[in-house]
């Protein structure tokens, strides 16, 4: 079991940057490096949608196309942190930001393949 907890959100204005954390408890004892990591975001009325994805070890990043060139995704095992860092951000990546965890790489996208997430970090980017 992995338990998730996010942080970093807040009321931003457009073009500055963020740096979301997502802190892990592998109070089961399995290692965090084990599982893919994600970030999701969503807005009211509509479904999760993804962001980034990265492996356990770190070196396999994915994100979706439109979130290239400005969102960085990375990890630091020894930690048990996962991070989500948004340059210029616009009044459109006003969300709720979910990290998830997974199994396996592949298929990122998808909420379902995900088997625990955090309850979310609020950010809000005035224009």
């Known amino acids: 079991q992995i338990q998730l907890t996010e942080s970093g959100g807040g009321l931003v204005q457009a073009g500055d940057s963020l740096m979301l954390t997502c802190v892990a408890n592998t109070a089961s004892g399995r290692a965090f490096s084990t599982y893919t990591m994600g970030w999701f975001r969503r807005v009211p009325g509509k479904e999760r949608a993804f962001v980034a994805a990265?492996?356990?070890?770190?070196?396999?990043?994915y994100l979706r196309d439109s979130e290239k060139g400005r969102f960085t995704i990375s990890r630091d095992n020894a930690k048990n942190t996962l991070y989500l860092h948004v340059d210029k951000l616009r009044p459109d990546d006003t969300a709720d930001y979910y990290c998830g965890a997974k199994n396996f790489w592949g298929r990122h996208s998808d909420p379902n393949d995900y088997l625990a997430w955090g309850h979310g970090t609020w950010v809000t980017v005035s224009s």
């Open positions: 990265i492996s356990g070890n770190g070196k396999n990043k």
